[in-house]
């Protein structure tokens, strides 16, 4: 699911009506039990149970208390994975992700609001509070993308356990990436 991703438009509406969006560039793959750096790689905990959960459902957690990471509960129920998305190209109400990124709104740079996993949930207000919303029928949206765009396979960035693993994948070429 972490390569099919790619390409797909992230969408999330806010209660208060304001739209923001972005084109998944670059996601990273969690498997089960198995993957040390997976949230699951030690079993069934309250953290990890939204892994165990239905496929297509926000896993949004807190890391170092400070930046939210937003995934995708990826496999059939009862088998724990998620993808990460690591970046987005922003698309709709750019000024509204600066002004959450707290960036000027009318001097910085695209490449920097949604390059990396706490940077775009900070952009587009995503938190704890959609932890488990349904990706179709909650204020958050994934629509898949309309054709498959080239992409890069490395390994996966910023964790410590089963570095070795290639399952990062970004578009390639492209300056959005984290």
């Not at 953290?47 to 459902?57: A, N």
């Not at 509960?73 to 990460?84: H, I, M, W």
């Not at 952009?123 to 994934?142: E, G, P, V, Y």
Request: proline share 9%; glycine share 8%; net charge positive.
């Amino acid at each position: 699911m972490a390569r099919d991703l790619l390409g797909a438009t992230l969408l999330v509406t806010e209660t208060d009506g304001a739209v923001t969006s972005g084109l998944i560039v670059e996601t990273e793959a969690y498997t089960g039990t198995d993957d040390p750096a997976s949230h699951a790689g030690r079993g069934r905990t309250p953290r990890s149970e939204i892994m165990y959960g239905p496929p297509g459902v926000a896993y949004i957690y807190l890391i170092y208390g400070v930046h939210h990471c937003f995934n995708v509960v990826s496999e059939p129920a009862q088998t724990p994975g998620a993808v990460l998305i690591r970046a987005l190209e922003p698309l709709t109400n750019l000024p509204l992700m600066a002004t959450r990124r707290h960036l000027n709104p009318t001097s910085y740079s695209p490449l920097n609001l949604c390059s990396g996993p706490g940077k775009l949930s900070q952009a587009l207000a995503l938190t704890t509070s959609f932890n488990a919303a349904s990706l179709q029928s909650s204020a958050i949206k994934i629509y898949p993308a309309t054709t498959q765009l080239p992409h890069t396979t490395t390994p996966r960035r910023g964790i410590t356990k089963a570095v070795d693993r290639p399952w990062r994948f970004a578009l390639t070429n492209n300056p959005f990436t984290s």
